[in-house]
C-alpha cells in the first residue's frame, strides 16, 4: 500500500537509463501509481518525457549518483542500462537502498566478463568457448586458439555497439577497433572473444522472479544484425525437451543472480542443444513484442515483480512479431512519417520512442503485428517497419 505519487508515503522508483525500454517500464509503474524519477545521460530521453521527474548525470560518475540517490531517497534503484557505477550501487545497498533485482546483479551483468565466468565457471552451463583479451596481441592469440569464425564483443556495451563477426584472422584488427569504439565504458580495452556457435536459431527466455516463484514467458525467437535485434516474434516453435533445457538453464543463472524482477536469457539452439548466451536482469529489447501477443506485457511483469506483486502466470494471446526503424544519419532534426500507412496493416501497432536526436543504427520506432500464426505476423511487422519513413528537417 501506498500514496499518491509526490505524497509523503508514496512509492517512489529512480530507473537508471530511460530509452525505450525504460519509458514502458515508467508508463506500467504509474499506472499503479508509482512515483517515477528517470536519469540519463542526456536530456529529452524517451522515458524521461512521461516520468514524473528527471535528471541528466553521468551515471559512471559514482559521487554523482551518490548524490542523487541521497536526494531522491527512492524506494527501489532500478538499472535499465548497463553503464552505471555498480560498486557504488553495492555501496549503497550496504546502506539500505534496494537496487532491482540486487547490486550483485547489477555488477555481474554491466559486463560480459563477469555474467560468462558466473554461467560457465561456477554454475557449469553450456556456453560457447572463450577467452578474453586486453590487447591486439592477445585477441590474435585468442583467434588463433579458438579458430575462425569467431565473435569479437566489447565486455560493456548495449544494443549490439562494438560486436562483429571475425571471419578471417586478417579481420583481427578491423575487430578490435570497432569494439573499441563500441564500448560503453571509458577507456574500455577490454574484449571477449566467443568462437561461433553453429545454432538453428537464437531466442529470448524471458523470466520472472516474484514473490509468486519463477515463471517463463514463452520463448522468443529474434534475428540480429551488427549484434543488435531488428526483427522478433513469439512464440518461437521449439520442442518441449529443449523447452524444458532452456528453463533449466534460465532458473540457474536467475536464481544464481537473485531478487525479483524479469530477466532477458538470452540463449542458442543448437542440434545437440541449448546454449547460454547472455542476460539481462531487466526488459529485454526482443521482448517489445509481448506488448502485442501477451496479456502482461514484459514491462508490466517487471513492474509487478519489483514491487512484490504477484505474478500468477503469463498467458499469450496471441502471435505476434516486431520490427524496428533505425537511423541511417545523425540529426537533432528527425522525424519518424508514415505512421498511417504503417497502421493500416491489419493488427498493427507503432510505438515512436521519442528520442530527441539520431544516430546511424539507432532505433527510432517498432512496429508490433498479430496475427493467427508467426509467419503472417512476422510478415506483417516487416510490412509496417518498411512504410515506416526517416524524415530529415530543418
Not at 527512492?74 to 550496504?94: G, R, W
Not at 584488427?173 to 574484449?191: H, Y
Request: net charge negative.
Amino acid at each position: 500500500m501506498w500514496g499518491a505519487p509526490r505524497s509523503a508515503n508514496a512509492k517512489k522508483i529512480m530507473l537508471l537509463g530511460s530509452g525505450e525500454l525504460g519509458k514502458e517500464v515508467v508508463i506500467e509503474a504509474q499506472r499503479l501509481g508509482v512515483e517515477c524519477v528517470a536519469i540519463d545521460r542526456y536530456e529529452g530521453a524517451p522515458a524521461m518525457q512521461v516520468a514524473h521527474r528527471s535528471h541528466v548525470i553521468d551515471m559512471l560518475d559514482a559521487q554523482a549518483l551518490r548524490e542523487l540517490v541521497l536526494q531522491e531517497k527512492p524506494d527501489l534503484i532500478v538499472p535499465e542500462i548497463e553503464a552505471i557505477a555498480t560498486p557504488m550501487l553495492q555501496q549503497l545497498e550496504s546502506e539500505g537502498f534496494q537496487v532491482i533485482p540486487t547490486a550483485t546483479a547489477a555488477r555481474l551483468t554491466m559486463d560480459r566478463e563477469g555474467i560468462r565466468r558466473l554461467a560457465a565457471e561456477k554454475l557449469g552451463l553450456p556456453t560457447a568457448a572463450y577467452r578474453f583479451a586486453d590487447t591486439l596481441d592477445e585477441l590474435k592469440a585468442a583467434v588463433a586458439e579458438l579458430g575462425a569464425p569467431c565473435v569479437i564483443k566489447p565486455l560493456m556495451s548495449s544494443s549490439g555497439k562494438g560486436q562483429s563477426v571475425l571471419k578471417a584472422p586478417e579481420d583481427a584488427e578491423a575487430c578490435w577497433q570497432f569494439a573499441l569504439e563500441g564500448a560503453r565504458a571509458k577507456n574500455q580495452t577490454r574484449v571477449i572473444v566467443e568462437a561461433f556457435v553453429p545454432f538453428e536459431s537464437e531466442i529470448t527466455l524471458l523470466t520472472v522472479r516474484s514473490v509468486s516463484g519463477t515463471t517463463f514467458c514463452p520463448p522468443i525467437g529474434h534475428i540480429q544484425q551488427g549484434g543488435d535485434y531488428v526483427e522478433s516474434w513469439q512464440p518461437h516453435p521449439m520442442d518441449e525437451p529443449k523447452l524444458e533445457e532452456a528453463k533449466q538453464i534460465a532458473k540457474t543463472i536467475t536464481d544464481e543472480l537473485g531478487g525479483y524482477g524479469l530477466f532477458g536469457v538470452e540463449l542458442f539452439l543448437t542440434r545437440d542443444g541449448v546454449v547460454f548466451s547472455e542476460v539481462s536482469p531487466r526488459p529485454h529489447d526482443t521482448g517489445m513484442v509481448t506488448m502485442a501477443t501477451q496479456d502482461l506485457s514484459e514491462f508490466a511483469l517487471h513492474v509487478r515483480a519489483i514491487l512484490g506483486l504477484p505474478v500468477t502466470g503469463v498467458e499469450l494471446l496471441t502471435p505476434g512479431a516486431s520490427a524496428t526503424l533505425k537511423a541511417s544519419q545523425a540529426s537533432e532534426h528527425f522525424a519518424v512519417g508514415g505512421l498511417s500507412e504503417a497502421m493500416s496493416v491489419p493488427r498493427t501497432q507503432v510505438r515512436v520512442f521519442g528520442k530527441p536526436d539520431s544516430k546511424p543504427g539507432r532505433r527510432m520506432a517498432v512496429a508490433l503485428s498479430a496475427a493467427e500464426d508467426v509467419e503472417t505476423a512476422r510478415s506483417r511487422a516487416r510490412e509496417a517497419a518498411g512504410l515506416l519513413k526517416e524524415e530529415y528537417f530543418g
